[in-house]
């Protein structure tokens, strides 16, 4: 088993998350800024070589209530798009409250201020991107400790 990407891709920005060797941690790697979707899908394929990746999962941005709406519709041609462009199997996940996870968790702030003085915290697309990416590790270590003999 090799490493996995993660990813978590927005409008303005795509969280990357990478796990271990072995299958069972997912960390933050970096945000990439989008730029046009040959860039971007550029920009994944050669970090996933670069990191060794062997698959990718992407957080798949359905609604609470189950229903694929517009932005799930974009990230599922995305997702397609990069296996092909790719060669690497991609599989969707399902990312519902990830980013409100990620938004919650403790991490480093901006040294830019808002518009009322306060400091902002960073894009947390990264961390959002390897709460997918954990989300996935645990389900498929859980589906295969379930299968053994």
């Not at 990718?56 to 709406?69: D, F, H, M, T």
Request: hydrophobic share 40%.
């Amino acid at each position: 088993m090799g490493r996995i990407l993660g990813l978590d891709v927005g409008e303005r920005r795509i969280g990357v998350a990478i796990s271990d060797p072995e299958g069972r941690l997912a960390v933050p790697l970096r945000i990439l800024e989008r730029r046009d979707e040959a860039a971007d899908m550029e920009a994944i394929v050669e970090l996933a070589r670069s990191e060794g990746v062997d698959a990718l999962v992407v957080g798949y941005p359905i609604s609470l209530s189950g229903e694929a709406g517009p932005q799930a519709r974009l990230v599922q041609a995305f997702a397609r798009q990069l296996a092909d462009v790719s060669g690497l199997p991609t599989e969707l996940r399902d990312e519902r409250l990830t980013s409100v996870q990620a938004e919650r968790a403790p991490g480093p702030v901006r040294a830019a201020r808002g518009r009322r003085g306060r400091r902002r915290r960073a894009p947390a697309d990264d961390l959002a991107a390897a709460i997918i990416l954990q989300s996935y590790l645990d389900r498929r270590r859980s589906h295969e400790s379930s299968t053994d003999p």
